[in-house]
């Protein structure tokens, strides 16, 4: 027993489908012919009729009994072992691949085997072989594959693989048949989901909250869209209750709307207190002035940012501020902490919050806000652990022409660039790099900038490392024309009247990022424009890009070029690779795969 621990560690396994999820890569079937094929390897009985020996080769004429027809071999390399083993009138299994030679049959160098009849699993593996084998046949069985809750079909199809009978039932011209590759994604997604499954951990919270929000959706000047509604909705079930604090991440597109959610989610609370964290001090400046538009005057909001505070947080209804307040020793306890663009922290940082405001026995209502799309079926996954709620829409049609562009088109892009300054609207340049590098053939941001200042006023210049970063943003936001920047543009902040967007070396950038910097643009409703600058040809990722502005969409393209060779920043967020599910594709099956596991939750006796 002790030993099998040691070598599901030296394979990273867990579970017992883990390993029989490890197939063999190839088989050796010593299985006898049934025809002869030009061309593929064959097993056959056969008997020496024929034995010489020349010019160092042995030449050997077999009688194929099953065919009734003579078979000529040839061995190259001979030993005394040779001689000996292929006398006239030894029968022999053979094993190789059929030839035709001067009309007739041949196999060169062929294998003589003990046994007969049985497809032998081969498995790539960090254990040898031997080891391997070993520990299959131990622990895949048909019984302990079902205790695993597999269909038996399934577990009929896994063990075939490991075990085959046949290997036609299995393959189809070289490939797996559709019907057993569909059972490997649907036991793939219910492992994951096993594993995922007893994972979460709840605690009652200290408090219910069932704050009226009547008035403040009234008092907005719009409607709250469809979904903004529902996913508010969510949450008021989720706070009203205190056997168990909420645990939830709000997914949804740049514009989508979050901010209102986290106001409502906030009167909710009150009179309790709420407490919200965003990654950098111009987000969280820009909720503070949102809340104070937003909020009832009776509520008393404060800022906390290094350098910068407003209002006494320590009497606030509402505490706003960045990672800053993770340092002060007498931020009050809050009923309800909420981190905006969670993806942005560590979580580290996102679990030190909710600590800071919990006690052993009980937490806070905790609410996380991402905008990072995830395919559904991620979130799906994902929502074995905590809740997610999607927010798939935005609440105005944001009109955004995305085009690629190349050297040719630079002159009418310049045009456009100054009618768009000429209306005061803003554009925003986003370089591969800050300083001239030999590897990458695009300028850089200090080369270019001259370039630009000569040409227009009021250009502004930041990238990822500047210290003055968001200083030089919130000038901007008051008054730049021109924006040169690398892609390091802080996520979430609004810049209403940033209407163009060039992304140089877009090529070299993952979906994700692009989708991110597009998202920076058009935030008012304003017509709106995407341009990816490229000198590689054209490219298919960056043309389905150009086609949908959807982030959910954008994150299954993501998926699909994952393995496109592009280069790419690393920054995919779609998360967990399978061997066989498709995240894209097969939502079907993770829905059906949870469905199982909740009917055998539900179909256990209770302790
Ligand atoms: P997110 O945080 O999801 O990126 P925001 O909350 O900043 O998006 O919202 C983007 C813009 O949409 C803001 O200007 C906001 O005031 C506006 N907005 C939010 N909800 C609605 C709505 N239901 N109708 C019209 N505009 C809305
Ligand atoms: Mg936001």
Same mark, same amino acid.
């Given at each position: 027993m002790e030993e099998t621990k040691a070598l599901w560690r030296r394979l990273k396994i867990h579970t017992l489908l883990d390993l029989a999820l490890i197939l063999p890569t190839s088989y050796n079937d010593t299985t006898?012919?049934?025809?002869?094929?030009?061309?593929?390897?064959?097993?056959?009985?056969?008997?020496?009729?024929?034995? $010489?020996? $020349?010019?160092?080769?042995?030449?050997?004429?077999?009688?194929?009994? #099953?065919?009734?027809?003579?078979?000529?071999?040839?061995?190259?390399?001979?030993?005394?072992?040779?001689?000996?083993r292929f006398g006239v009138g030894s029968s022999h299994t053979i094993q190789g691949k059929l030839e035709r030679y001067n009309g007739h049959l041949q196999i060169s160098q062929p294998k003589s085997i003990g046994s007969v009849g049985r497809i032998v699993p081969k498995y790539k593996s960090l254990l040898t072989a031997t080891q391997m084998r070993a520990l299959i046949a131990s622990m895949?069985?048909?019984?302990?594959?079902?205790?695993?809750?597999?269909?038996?079909?399934?577990?009929?199809?896994?063990?075939?693989?490991?075990?085959?009978?046949?290997?036609?039932?299995?393959?189809?011209?070289?490939?797996?048949?559709?019907?057993v590759v569909h059972a490997l994604k649907c036991i793939e997604a219910f492992n994951h989901l096993s594993k995922l499954r007893g994972k979460r951990v709840d605690f009652p919270a200290k408090e219910a909250l069932r704050g009226d929000i009547t008035a403040f959706v009234v008092s907005l000047p719009f409607r709250l869209t469809p979904e903004q509604e529902q996913v508010i909705a969510q949450i008021q079930i989720d706070l009203a209750r205190t056997d168990r604090a909420a645990k939830r991440m709000v997914v949804g597109d740049v514009g989508s709307g979050k901010t209102m959610v986290i106001l409502a989610s906030v009167m909710m609370a009150y009179p309790s207190r709420s407490i919200l964290m965003a990654p950098t001090s111009l987000l969280a400046l820009q909720l503070?002035?949102?809340?104070?538009?937003?909020?009832?005057?009776?509520?008393?909001?404060?800022?906390?940012?290094?350098?910068?505070?407003?209002?006494?947080?320590?009497?606030?209804?509402?505490i706003i501020g960045t990672h800053a307040l993770l340092y002060k020793e007498d931020i009050p306890s809050s009923a309800?902490?909420?981190? #905006?663009?969670?993806?942005?922290?560590?979580?580290?940082? $996102?679990?030190?919050?909710?600590?800071?405001?919990?006690?052993?026995?009980?937490?806070?209502?905790?609410?996380?806000?991402?905008?990072?799309?995830?395919?559904?079926?991620?979130?799906m996954m994902e929502s074995e652990l905590l809740d997610v709620s999607l927010i798939t829409s935005t609440p105005f049609e944001r009109?955004?022409?995305?085009?690629?562009?190349?050297?040719?088109?630079?002159?009418?892009?310049?045009?456009?660039?100054?009618?768009?300054?000429?209306?005061e609207h803003q554009v925003l340049i986003?370089?591969?790099?800050?300083?001239?590098?030999?590897?990458?053939?695009?300028?850089?941001?200090?080369?270019?900038?001259?370039?630009?200042?000569?040409?227009?006023?009021?250009?502004f210049v930041t990238h990822g490392k500047d210290r003055h970063k968001e200083a030089v943003l919130l000038e901007f936001r008051e008054r730049g024309k021109i924006l040169l920047a690398t892609t390091v543009v802080e996520v979430g902040i609004s810049l209403p009247c940033l209407t163009l967007i060039v992304i140089v070396g877009a090529e070299r950038l993952g979906l994700a990022t692009l989708h991110q910097l597009r998202g920076?643009?058009?935030?008012?409703?304003?017509?709106?424009?995407?341009?990816?600058?490229?000198?590689?040809?054209?490219?298919? $990722?960056?043309?389905?890009?150009?086609?949908?502005?959807?982030?959910?969409?954008?994150a299954k393209l993501d998926l699909k070029f994952r393995d496109s060779g592009d280069i790419l920043d690393g920054t995919i967020q779609s998360g967990q690779k399978f061997r066989?599910?498709?995240?894209?594709?097969?939502?079907?099956?993770?829905?059906?795969a949870k469905a199982r596991l909740k009917e055998e939750k539900q179909g256990q006796a209770p302790a």
């Open positions: 006898l012919s049934k025809q002869l094929t030009i061309g593929q390897s064959h097993t056959l009985k056969a008997t020496v009729r024929e034995h $010489r020996y $020349r010019g160092g080769k042995l030449q050997l004429t077999f009688w194929l009994s #099953d065919f009734n027809q003579p078979l000529f071999a040839t061995f190259f390399k001979v030993t005394p072992y040779h001689k000996q895949i069985t048909k019984p302990n594959l079902l205790a695993t809750g597999l269909h038996p079909q399934e577990v009929e199809i896994l063990y075939q693989l490991h075990f085959p009978h046949t290997l036609e039932a299995l393959y189809l011209q070289g490939s797996l048949r559709p019907e503070y002035e949102e809340a104070c538009k937003y909020l009832p005057p009776s509520l008393r909001i404060a800022l906390v940012m290094q350098g910068r505070s407003e209002g006494v947080y320590q009497e606030a209804d509402f309800l902490v909420m981190v #905006d663009e969670q993806h942005r922290f560590g979580t580290k940082q $996102r679990q030190m919050l909710e600590s800071m405001m919990g006690g052993v026995e009980y937490k806070p209502h905790f609410l996380q806000f991402s905008a990072t799309p995830i395919p559904r079926t991620q979130a009109e955004v022409l995305t085009q690629t562009i190349g050297k040719g088109e630079f002159a009418s892009l310049l045009e456009h660039i100054k009618e768009e300054v000429a209306q986003v370089y591969p790099l800050v300083e001239e590098s030999q590897e990458i053939p695009y300028q850089s941001l200090e080369e270019s900038r001259g370039f630009w200042e000569q040409r227009f006023e009021e250009v920076r643009v058009g935030r008012n409703g304003l017509k709106s424009w995407c341009y990816l600058y490229s000198n590689a040809p054209v490219n298919a $990722r960056l043309t389905a890009f150009t086609q949908t502005t959807s982030g959910f969409d954008i066989w599910l498709d995240m894209g594709e097969d939502e079907a099956i993770v829905a059906s």
